[in-house]
């Protein structure tokens, strides 16, 4: 009697994805694992599939989020190179941080700086939807450029349920279309760092991880305005010292993805590469904004 060196599974002794001949509990042609007769119960679904994903330090998810925190510039570089399998991919990862943000934001605070009528953010704001129209536009346009189209439509936004529909018709455009800001950060390095990434896909999965690490570092400024009453007066340092945290992460991502070591050139070079990418990035959030809520006024 031959020892069984198969898989056990359920009478399978193919892949099912591909149709390979399998030889063991993983397919060699494309990586499928053979299903096995416990794999379709919910206590390894939980013990296994989900307390791996969750709690082990070495699991992909918190391997990808403690390099992304701890090195920035680093986990593009592990992409860049080849190294990809150990760690989740940076759309996969963007998409990740986009759906934490939306929830978390849907209650309306604001990540944005405001210098007279500059606002710098290198996230979406969430408008509040407790606004009135009015309020609304005049947190979201700066420069005055609705004055006339809200004052046409004023007698038609005073309801609530015009409200309502407002700005929900401001979110549908604004909130997805903000996101592209990855590719205008990709197309803006890719302009100035031509020589040192010839690829643009280099340059995109740098963005994915600066933005996810943005979406996801501002989770804790969030935190810190829904605690605002017991902070007082220390709101503005810790805000202050986020964003600033922010700022240094992606000069440091600069410098440690696309320049070499040295001692002033590169770091004089990345700190001008970030102030520039933050304010394309405002410029862009704020026409993005604008638009939709022109949009959602146009429909009223």
Known sequence: MHANTGPEVIGVERCVSCGASLSGPYCARCGERALEPEALTLRHFLVHTVAHELLHVDGALWRTLRLLFVRPGRLSLEYAAGRRRPYINPFRLLLIAIVVYALTASSGHVSTWNFGPVTV????????????????????DQYGLLRQQLAAKKAALASDAAREQFHDRLDAFAQPVSFANVLLLAGALHLCFRRQRRRFLEHAAFSMHFVSFVLLSSLTLMLAIRLRFWLGGYLFLVMALISLWQFAYLAIGVRRFYLQAGRWGPRLLSVAAAMLIYVLNSVFMTAVQVAGAAIALALA
């Open 121 to 140: 953010s290198m996230a979406p704001a969430a408008v509040r939807r407790s606004l009135s129209v009015e309020a609304s536009i005049e947190q979201i």
